[in-house]
């Protein structure tokens, strides 16, 4: 078990605490300690407070750069962070809902209007994105604009987004600072394209009773194939695992955010 302190300071400082869990939610979820938010260093979490210092809402940037941490709103509709073995295990799951696999076309009874709309969308928007390889929000709102005959708001593409990253069908693939003004400064603008994970982390020839999204690294190529487990066991080891660092977490809030 980790003491969980406000040590979050410095870009490399984010880095490990990511990658110490495995999966960190970057706001505050219900299992005390557990959140960028909870774990940044006083004066940190605003960049105002600190003589300039940008804190996370602009570490997240050099993070994401690294290119072997996935991030998006996947636990919970909110936004996380997760090392590509963690993700894998969550992949795992998510994509054996029912209702996540309409992103790819999948029959489903699409009871209420925001599922409706999710079945309709969410294909549109994935198949670009993987057309593309990346695209913005804006560029795809676009895109599932001419595809339907009728205008896409921001809102509504942000849930579309937001829907394929809880399947685990997206990912944010890169973000960019954005320097505005005559002086071109930086004042914590950004922007952010949206992949996929097969895409960011690479594509694994899988084994015969394998899920055909098992992921690897290059770095764990060497270790060979492990064994796949299936869907809900890829939930309770996530589960576990977090566990491990927060034994008293709410089982009912860990099962939603999961």
């Given at each position: 078990?980790?003491?969980?302190?406000?040590?979050?300071?410095?870009?490399?400082?984010?880095?490990?605490?990511?990658?110490?869990?495995?999966?960190?939610?970057?706001?505050?979820?219900?299992?005390?300690?557990?959140?960028?938010?909870?774990?940044?260093?006083?004066?940190?979490?605003?960049?105002?407070?600190?003589?300039?210092?940008?804190?996370?809402?602009?570490?997240?940037?050099?993070?994401?750069?690294?290119?072997?941490?996935?991030?998006?709103k996947f636990l919970g509709g909110k936004a996380a962070f997760a090392t590509v073995e963690w993700y894998r295990e969550l992949m795992n799951w998510r994509r054996s809902i029912p209702k996540y696999r309409m992103a790819e076309g999948a029959r489903y009874k699409a009871v209420t209007k925001s599922e409706q709309l999710m079945k309709?969308?969410?294909?549109?928007?994935?198949?670009?994105?993987?057309?593309?390889?990346?695209?913005?929000?804006?560029?795809?709102?676009?895109?599932?604009?001419?595809?339907?005959?009728?205008?896409?708001?921001?809102?509504?593409?942000?849930s579309v987004m937001q829907f394929l990253q809880m399947g685990t069908w997206s990912v944010i693939g890169d973000i960019r600072r954005e320097f505005k003004g005559p002086n071109l400064t930086y004042s914590g603008w950004q922007r952010a394209s949206n992949t996929t994970p097969d895409a960011l982390f690479g594509e694994e020839i899988p084994e015969s009773d394998a899920p055909f999204w098992a992921k690897h690294i290059e770095d764990n190529?060497?270790?060979?194939?492990?064994?796949?487990?299936?869907?809900?066991?890829?939930?309770?080891?996530?589960?576990?695992?977090?566990?491990?660092?927060?034994?008293?977490?709410?089982?009912?809030?860990?099962?939603?955010?999961?």
């Open positions: 078990m980790t003491t969980v302190g406000r040590t979050i300071n410095s870009p490399e400082a984010m880095s490990r605490a990511i990658r110490e869990y495995g999966i960190l939610p970057f706001f505050k979820c219900g299992v005390p300690g557990w959140s960028v938010e909870e774990q940044t260093a006083p004066g940190y979490w605003f960049f105002e407070d600190n003589d300039g210092e940008l804190g996370p809402w602009d570490w997240k940037v050099d993070v994401v750069q690294e290119g072997d941490i996935a991030y998006g309709k969308l969410s294909p549109i928007a994935l198949n670009a994105i993987r057309e593309a390889s990346a695209l913005e929000s804006r560029e795809l709102r676009l895109i599932c604009s001419a595809a339907t005959g009728s205008q896409v708001k921001k809102n509504t593409m942000d190529i060497a270790a060979g194939p492990k064994k796949a487990l299936t869907p809900d066991q890829s939930r309770r080891k996530t589960i576990d695992h977090i566990r491990e660092f927060f034994p008293d977490a709410d089982e009912k809030i860990l099962l939603k955010l999961i």
